[in-house]
C-alpha cells in the first residue's frame, strides 16, 4: 500500500513539473499577428476645411444722436421693420447756460438794432415822400430795415436751436428726432427714455440710439489658418451649417479673403466672407454660429487605398501588397507581402489617391490588429 501511494506522488509531481515547462515553452512562443487588409479602389475624393465663425448682416448701422440731451420718447424696439426716414427716437435739449445767455443777448441786441433802424426808416420814408431824400438814400435806408428784420430772425432761430434743438422757422429740420437712415431691421436700442445722450463730434463718438441692419443680406464671416488660405480663391462655392437652426445647411459664396492675418494662440488666422443664400422663409438672427465646409480640392473616380496602408521611408513612398491572397476564415492570409513602392496624390484625410505602382482590386496590409482574441 505504501508503495502504491509513493508511486502515485512521484507521477502527480512529474505531471506538474511537465505542465509548468510547456506553460513555459508556450508563453515564449511568437503569437500569431492579424492585419487590416484594403483593396484598391475606384472612388471620389474631396479634400476640405470646416472654418468656424458666425452669420451677421453685410450692412448694419449705428444711429447716433446728432445733439446733446436727453431721450425724451422712442417709438421703435428690437426687431421691428423700419424704413429709411422713420423717427427712431427724440431728444430733448438740454441747453448750456453760457451759450443760452449769448442766445438772447443776441436776440435783444437785433431787437434794438432793429428798432433804431425802423425809426430812421420811418424818418427817411418821410423825407423820400416829400422828394427831400433823394432814391439812392431811400433804397439804402430800406436795404437796412430788411438787414435788421433778418438778423433777428436769425437770433431768434439760434435762440430755438439753443434751447430746443429746432430752429423756430424750420420745425422739420431739427436734430431732436432721430431717424433710420436705411432700410432694415431694427437689432438693438441700448438707450432707455431719460438716458442722456452726447452728439457726434470730433472728439466724441456720440451715443448710438439703434442699431439697424438689413437682414436680407447675410454674410458668412469667419477665420481659417494660414496652412489652408494659400488654397483659397474667390467666387468658391461653401456649404454653411447652422447649428442653432438644427444644423441647416445653406450655400454660400466665398468673396472676400484679407490680405492680412492675425496672431490667434501662436497660429496666423486670416478673415474670410462669404455672402449666404439663405431664402426668405428661413428666420435668421444676427450673430448665429456657424461652420463652413469648403472643398479645397477633388478628384473623381480615382485609384486610392486606406491612408493607413501607405508607409514612407527615405523618401520613397510604399505599401505592403498581399502576394497571397488565400482566404483564411473571413480574412485573408496575410504573412506573404511584398515591398511596393507607389506614387500619390490627393489625400482627404482617409483614403490617398494612388496614381502610379497599384492596379484596381489589388489587396494590401495594413496596420495589426490588435482587439483581437
Not at 24 to 37: G, M
Not at 108 to 120: C, G, I, K
Not at 132 to 156: C, F, H, M, T, V
Request: overall charge neutral.
Amino acid at each position: 500500500m505504501k508503495t502504491i501511494s509513493k508511486w502515485l506522488l512521484l507521477a502527480l509531481l512529474l505531471a506538474g513539473v511537465i505542465a509548468t515547462f510547456y506553460s513555459l515553452w508556450k508563453r515564449q512562443q511568437p503569437k500569431p499577428v492579424n492585419y487590416e487588409v484594403h483593396k484598391v479602389e475606384r472612388r471620389d475624393l474631396q479634400k476640405q476645411t470646416i472654418v468656424t465663425g458666425k452669420v451677421e448682416p453685410r450692412d448694419e448701422v449705428a444711429v447716433k444722436a446728432q445733439i446733446q440731451g436727453i431721450v425724451a420718447e422712442i417709438y421703435k424696439e428690437a426687431g421691428q421693420t423700419i424704413k429709411v426716414g422713420e423717427a427712431i427716437a427724440k431728444i430733448k435739449v438740454v441747453p448750456d447756460m453760457q451759450s443760452l445767455s449769448n442766445a438772447e443777448s443776441r436776440v435783444r441786441l437785433a431787437e434794438y438794432s432793429l428798432q433804431n433802424v425802423m425809426q430812421v426808416f420811418t424818418r427817411d420814408s418821410a423825407l423820400y415822400s416829400k422828394k427831400i431824400l433823394s432814391r439812392e438814400d431811400y433804397d439804402k435806408s430800406l436795404l437796412q430795415l430788411k438787414q435788421a428784420r433778418e438778423e433777428l430772425k436769425s437770433a431768434n432761430d439760434n435762440l430755438s436751436i439753443v434751447r430746443e434743438g429746432v430752429a423756430a422757422s424750420s420745425k422739420e429740420a431739427g436734430n431732436t428726432i432721430v431717424r433710420s437712415s436705411i432700410n432694415g431691421t431694427i437689432l438693438e436700442v441700448p438707450v432707455k427714455v431719460g438716458n442722456s445722450v452726447q452728439q457726434v463730434g470730433a472728439f466724441s463718438e456720440g451715443t448710438t440710439i439703434a442699431t439697424v441692419a438689413d437682414m436680407t443680406d447675410m454674410l458668412f464671416v469667419g477665420n481659417i489658418d494660414e496652412t489652408d488660405v494659400g488654397k483659397l480663391r474667390e467666387e468658391m462655392p461653401m456649404n454653411l451649417i447652422i447649428g442653432a437652426l438644427n444644423d441647416c445647411q445653406f450655400r454660400a459664396k466665398l468673396e472676400y479673403i484679407s490680405p492680412k492675418g492675425t496672431e490667434s494662440n501662436g497660429a496666423m488666422m486670416f478673415e474670410i466672407k462669404g455672402a449666404a443664400e439663405i431664402p426668405d422663409s428661413v428666420a435668421i438672427r444676427s450673430g448665429y454660429s456657424a461652420n463652413a465646409e469648403i472643398v479645397l480640392q477633388s478628384r473623381t473616380n480615382v485609384l486610392s487605398i486606406a491612408e493607413a496602408a501607405v508607409h514612407t521611408q527615405n523618401d520613397s513612398t510604399f505599401v505592403e501588397l498581399l502576394t497571397d491572397t488565400t482566404k483564411i476564415g473571413d480574412g485573408y492570409n496575410t504573412q506573404n507581402i511584398e515591398k511596393r513602392l507607389v506614387r500619390t496624390g490627393m489625400s482627404d484625410g482617409i483614403n490617398i489617391e494612388i496614381t502610379e505602382g497599384l492596379k484596381e482590386g489589388d489587396l494590401v496590409r495594413g496596420n495589426p490588429i490588435t482587439n483581437i482574441k
